[in-house]
């Protein structure tokens, strides 16, 4: 086979009309890249347009760009040096066409940012740089261009490379290089040229040969997303591509969210030498299993101890690209890896200024934004941190057809749901009790329940709870409080207060008052429980008899009664993961009751509670 | 991987995404090595089958090596073949240069075809180093209820995620070989070994790079009689593919104006 290079991927960014495109046609004028009669060609026309000629018209084929001189949509361009091969890719720097930029400059392997030496660092220059860090590129080198229009000058470079290395830094990215060319005349691009004498460094050609090739690694967990499920012949063959890892003939592979495993048969090929053994990240493949389990294309094979996160809610930080804003408790859709799923914006955390990475609260995420937001979905989905493994740790957003947003997940104060996931075997017969719902009612003069108090701490959970079952108590309620002490110190000694801790907590806590409520009784259980997950889960333990009560009392009041002094501590560092201040309290969305103990005073919370309790469990006459 | 299973590797997985969620589909076959490739990639994403037509709109202006090949391998391949026919030329825009209204016949063939067979996507064979408006081409197109191209508003796509639905009336494009260039098709039809129409070797001094319909399109001077040659040539020259095509050069928007109009 002839030899091939290796091919590496360059994206040119930066503010609208500092010279990307100029700088690319000149790249490929100086190394001689460019195809016979292309030149000519655009000198043509610039005539014919009554135009100086410009380089940048190599790559604004289009006439609307020709027309305004300016980049609309991104284009790619291929060519080599004598180190290796490179596709080039040139994105707008206006930013009305944003989504442009991200769309080219995603898939990109390292970046030259381009300042216009006149102009100096600008709203986009700043935005490109940001972006290029959502977008997991870290090699960046510097490019100070129209040094022509500065004399070459060595003192209005150093003073644009301050400014921009300052910013970068700032984002963790320190450039490569920084260097001082002319795109229009070709100074420093292909050779040093005789005006920057001053300037020591490489020319643009050789700082790209000197970015490193990124390869993935083997040993990273292994991720096969199921694309599709084929049928064509006799063989069932689940397609699909590897994003991470390896996976091998014969290998156990567990399948997400479903929870299914089945081992490797095959893998299967068309107009192959030899059957393939094994499979690494970035191979399309076919696999077929040993048994016919039932996946469907979203499912995503790992291996099972290295299995990806399930849950239904994830912190993001995503760029918005859509026309209309988002607003909390808005639906939209979701595609991650090859699953998709509609997904609500429950709290819009922080929006970040890309100019000088301030950040401020919002109520709603504008185009162009970048924000950090908590993202829920209807059902589980399998996942990853971005920081873990990039490939499954990254979504896009869609609305009306579009794709309007992209976005990277972290876990940070959200539990691995997996373990928690209880799966209500159908096969495991239950007790027939030979006494039934009604005879405990009966009994009892009411039907149990769970009365499931949820709030901050300090919000007055444990206060109301104890107060109300001693006050239902003497009415004749058979009532009993599941709180911290009587739980944490028996069935849950062996958990801390980990996000995957305090989720078993709570499922604990959920299936104990269930059972409490089918013997009949009226249970009330006092936890934090800050995830919205959890008290789901729990609701769906206990079924129609779950009633839950938002104690509800402000972070700043709540912080200033401090009961124990844990706020304080909390504040101090002292606490990790403290809900309210380390870590997230996810209010109810629908709660049946709300008691807010910041307006009202203890006993009229109590009675409210009563009050509530007396309609929906009412006691019978004896 | 060596780049040339990055490319194979990343057209399977756009032709399974287009398969898995795009109902009504077809690929265009336009007999060149370009299709040819892609009617290969589409076996090798399938495992031997390819499960959607193969559309060959046919201008009646191919030559004849052209409609001898077609016969031959939609047989060998197992193609479901569908043919298209062309209007006239008198019916297209008389204000285009005359190679390009040649050419706007193909646009109003595939625009008749896709309306009577209600086509949903139409893989389609472009490469981003073809031409100056296709290197700016998203994978997943979307063409208009006219089958228009909104070159101005496309939509954003990256992370191999893909605008995948689309309004009613509307149909897509995709494309899984835009980022091959010229010399990978050769280099995987060689490594492959993918049958091409005699055409592409030199014969008395002569080569087709690029075929299209036999009054607008020109052999180049070449050499080259294999598929080593033709990659050996490829790379030292500086002759751009589609030099033998004349309505590239009549005009500069032309091929613009064809494309926004839903020419490929
Ligand atoms: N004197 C001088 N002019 C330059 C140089 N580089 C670019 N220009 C001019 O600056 C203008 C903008 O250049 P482009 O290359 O189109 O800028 P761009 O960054 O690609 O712009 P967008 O893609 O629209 O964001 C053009 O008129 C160029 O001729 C340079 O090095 N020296
Ligand atoms: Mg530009």
Known sequence: ?622 | MTPLDDLESESIFILREVYARVPNLAMLWSLGKDSGVMVWLARKAFFGHVPFPAVHIDTEKKLPEMYAFRDHYAKEWNLRFVSGTCPPIEDMDPSLPPAARSAARKTAGLKAMVREKGYDGLIVGIRRDEEGTRAKERIFSARDSKGGWDVRGQKPEFWDQFNTEFPPGAHIRVHPLLHWTEIDIWRYIERENIPVVDLYFSKGGKRYRSLGDADITFPVDSDAATVAEIITELEHTKVAERSGRAMDHEAEDSFERLRADGYL
Request: charged share 25%; hydrophobic share 40%; proline share 4%.
């Open chain 1, 1 to 622: 086979m002839s030899n091939q290079r290796e091919l590496f991927r360059i994206v040119v960014v930066g503010h609208v009309d500092h010279g990307k495109s100029t700088l690319i046609g000149r790249l490929f004028h100086d190394t001689g890249s460019l195809p016979e009669g292309k030149e000519e060609a655009i000198r043509a026309t610039c005539e014919r347009r009554g135009v100086p000629f410009e380089w940048a018209f190599l790559m604004d084929a289009l006439q609307a760009e020709r027309n305004q001189a300016i980049t609309i949509d991104t284009a790619q361009i291929w060519f080599h040096s004598e180190a290796r091969g490179y596709v080039i890719i040139d994105v707008p720097g206006h930013r009305e066409f944003l989504k442009n930029m991200i769309t080219g400059a995603a898939s990109a392997d390292a970046a030259v940012l381009v300042v216009d030496a006149v102009e100096g660092v600008r709203e986009q220059s700043r935005r490109h740089g940001y972006l290029l860090h959502l977008l997991g590129i870290r090699q960046v080198s510097v490019v100070v261009t129209k040094m022509d229009m500065v004399g070459f000058d060595q003192q209005k470079f150093d003073a644009v490379e301050q400014e921009i290395t300052a910013y970068l830094e700032g984002l963790g990215i320190t450039p490569t290089y920084v260097l001082p060319v002319s795109g229009r005349d070709g100074d420093n691009i292909a050779e040093p040229g005789s005006n920057l004498a001053w300037y020591q460094g490489p020319t643009l050609l050789a700082a790209l040969d000197q970015f490193d090739v990124v390869t993935e690694a083997d040993d990273q967990p292994l991720r096969f997303p199921v694309q599709d499920i084929y049928k064509f012949d006799q063989r069932r063959i689940l397609a699909g591509r590897v994003e991470s890892g390896v996976i091998r003939v014969g290998d156990t592979i567990l399948f997400s969210p479903v929870n299914k495993s089945a081992k490797v048969a095959s893998i299967e090929g068309w107009n192959i030498a030899s059957p393939q053994r094994e499979a690494h990240a970035g191979q399309s493949i076919g696999i077929t299993l040993d048994e016919q389990i039932f996946v469907e294309r979203g499912a995503v094979a790992s291996h099972e101890d290295r299995a990806p996160i399930e849950t239904d809610v994830f912190r993001a930080r995503i760029f918005w690209l859509g026309s209309e804003s988002f607003k909390p408790g808005q639906s939209i859709g979701l595609k991650l890896m090859t699953s998709e799923s509609t997904i609500e914006l429950q709290a819009i955390e922080q929006i970040i200024d890309t100019g000088n990475l301030s950040v401020s609260p919002a109520g709603q995420i504008e185009r162009d934004d970048v924000a950090e937001v908590v993202l829920r979905t209807p059902k589980p989905l399998a996942l990853d941190a971005a920081n873990d493994l990039p490939r499954s740790g990254r979504f896009v957003l869609t609305r009306n057809y579009e794709i309007v947003g992209g976005g990277l997940i972290s876990m940070e104060g959200y539990a691995d749901q997996r373990d928690l996931i209880t799966v209500r075997s159908s096969n495991l017969t239950r007790v027939e009790h030979q006494v039934s719902a009604s005879d405990r009612t009966i009994r009892n003069r009411h039907a149990g329940g769970v009365l499931w108090f949820t709030g901050l701490s300090g919000a007055g959970k444990s206060t109301l709870a104890i107060e109300a079952e001693k006050e239902l108590f003497n009415r004749g309620y058979q009532v009993y409080v599941l709180d911290g002490d009587n739980v944490r110190n028996g069935l849950n000694t062996n958990l801390g207060f980990s996000p995957e801790d305090r989720a078993e907590n709570i499922r604990r806590v959920g299936e104990v008052a269930a059972l409490f409520a089918e013997a009949g009784v009226l249970v009330i259980s006092a936890f934090i429980s800050p995830y919205r997950s959890d008290r789901d889960r729990a609701r769906l333990a206990a079924g129609d008899a779950f009633h839950e009560i938002y104690v509800e009392a402000d972070l700043a009041t709540c912080e200033s009664r401090d009961p124990k002094g844990l706020y304080k501590r909390a504040r101090a560092g002292e606490i990790e993961d403290f809900t309210g201040i380390s870590a997230p309290y996810e209010a109810p969305a629908a709660p049946e009751l709300v008691v807010d103990t910041a307006k009202s005073d203890i006993p009229s919370c109590v009675a409210e509670v009563v009050r509530y309790v007396e309609a929906v469990f009412p006691l019978r006459a004896e």
